[in-house]
């Protein structure tokens, strides 16, 4: 089993819809969970960054963290073309002070259809 | 793109070459990281810097070093390019512990 497992898609649907995005994980150390996106031929820009359980908002993004079921979430309300990207989920543990056990998942291709 | 510069952007080269990819930052940050991105692999860690002249292995750190003489400056250079270092390479930065990761624009490297 991958330590971070994601759902690669493709995901379409179509502007306007409310799209969910997910990643599962095993390492119950991990504390810290950030969702990027990645447009193509770009690098990655971090979109939501929280830390242990609950939920997140920004605009028309919000990032839920279920730690008991190991879960991520994040939501897009009214999407649009623009939000038509790659989103990688990642996450670290508490102690990882250098940065060096960041773990990503795979990404989640999304669509979104005018 | 929180003031990181790869360069080159593309590069073709030949089996058994050395070459080198640069990042540059303007943030004055602490720590940097050299990740390679391949379809069905996602990110994965090559080397990191924890400081000037600092710097430890990553993952998939074979075939490759890393020098960085300077805060703003971190070099990552294959010794012997081979086919299978065919990816694109991507320079992060972060500020402190416990901050997310920040990346530049990657480098697509092709080795032929």
């Known amino acids: 089993q991958k330590e971070v497992e994601q759902d690669p898609g493709p995901l379409s649907v179509p502007e306007g819809a409310i799209v969910s995005l997910n990643c599962t994980y095993s390492n119950s150390a991990f504390q810290y969970f950030m969702w990027y996106r990645q447009y193509s031929r770009k690098g990655p820009e971090l979109l939501m960054y929280t830390y242990s359980s609950g939920n997140k908002e920004d605009g028309r993004f919000t990032a839920q963290v279920d730690k008991s079921s190991k879960y991520i979430s994040l939501f897009i309300r009214d999407s649009q073309p623009s939000d038509s990207a790659t989103y990688l989920c990642a996450m670290s543990a508490l102690r990882d002070n250098y940065g060096q056990n960041f773990v990503f998942g795979p990404g989640t291709r999304l669509s979104v259809l005018p | 793109d929180a003031g990181i510069t790869q360069s080159p952007r593309h590069k073709v080269t030949e089996t058994g070459t050395p070459v080198t990819l640069r990042c540059h930052q303007t943030e004055n940050h602490r720590y940097m990281y050299w990740y390679r991105q391949d379809p069905g692999h996602g990110l994965r860690l090559i080397h990191y810097s924890y400081g000037v002249k600092d710097t430890d292995k990553g993952e998939v750190s074979d075939g490759y070093s890393v020098s960085r003489s300077k805060t703003e400056d971190f070099l990552l250079t294959l010794e012997s390019a081979t086919s299978s270092q065919t990816s694109v390479y991507f320079c992060?930065?972060?500020?402190?512990?416990?901050?997310?990761?920040?990346f530049g624009n990657g480098t697509r490297l092709t080795v032929t």
């Open positions: 992060a930065i972060r500020g402190r512990a416990n901050s997310p990761l920040h």
